[in-house]
């Protein structure tokens, strides 16, 4: 019995080495696909090569969304009024694309960690200012939100310059003003965007 379960622990350990291996493949050749499109997102912290990846491919076109707010209410990060009679409250969307909130959920816990973020700092003033945890998160998600909006709005600046008629540029960094998790910009839930949804292929690199 003794030299049948040693046997298959080594099983079990190379079995776990291959795994181990196959998923470092799996990310550099990820990582690589990303950087390739040319997305900035990689640089948010708390956003790695599996995330960017997802956001890239669930949003396609940002442009779509005319604000940062129609974003959010596609996240599922603008919060929903619950109101009821003098009792004011909001709660948190359950609508909204799923796996792109889990994103923003990742984001925000990686943030959190690290006591020197912004994201860390802000969840912190939320919390001094009488919210309590959940709020606080709720409220750093939306800011996070509001980044990834203004961040995939930067690089399609940055790509394709003024745009046609030379005012695309200027619209759109307007749009995307304030979306640092110290500001503060309204979280009312807002309408989604325009019908039509395209996806962002990722390409492999040349």
């Known amino acids: 019995m003794g030299k049948t379960r040693k046997r298959v622990a080594l099983e079990m350990v190379a079995d776990l080495e291959k795994t181990y291996r196959r998923k470092k493949e799996a990310n550099k050749?990820?990582?690589e696909l990303v950087a390739a499109t040319g997305t900035s997102l990689l640089g948010l912290h708390g956003i790695g090569p599996s995330g960017a990846a997802r956001l890239l491919v669930?949003?396609?076109d940002i442009t779509r969304f005319p604000t940062k707010g129609h974003f959010a209410s596609w996240t599922g990060t603008a919060?929903?009024?619950a109101s009821s009679g003098d009792n004011v409250r909001q709660r948190l969307s359950r609508g909204g694309n799923r796996h792109i909130n889990q994103v923003l959920h990742i984001m925000a816990t990686v943030q959190l960690r690290t006591r020197t973020t912004e994201g860390r700092a802000y969840y912190d003033r939320k919390v001094a200012a009488g919210k309590t945890p959940n709020a606080a998160m709720r409220c750093l998600k939306r800011r996070l939100s509001d980044i990834v909006y203004r961040t995939m709005l930067n690089d399609i600046i940055t790509t394709?310059?003024?745009g046609p008629g030379g005012h695309r540029g200027a619209s759109l960094s307007s749009s995307a003003a304030g979306s640092q998790p110290h500001t503060d910009t309204s979280d009312q839930s807002l309408p989604g965007p325009v019908t039509h949804h395209h996806?962002?292929?990722l390409k492999t690199p040349a």
């Open 79 to 81: 919060p929903v009024d």
């Open 160 to 162: 394709a310059g003024t």
């Open 58 to 60: 669930e949003i396609g």
């Open 199 to 201: 996806k962002a292929p």
């Open 29 to 31: 050749e990820l990582t």
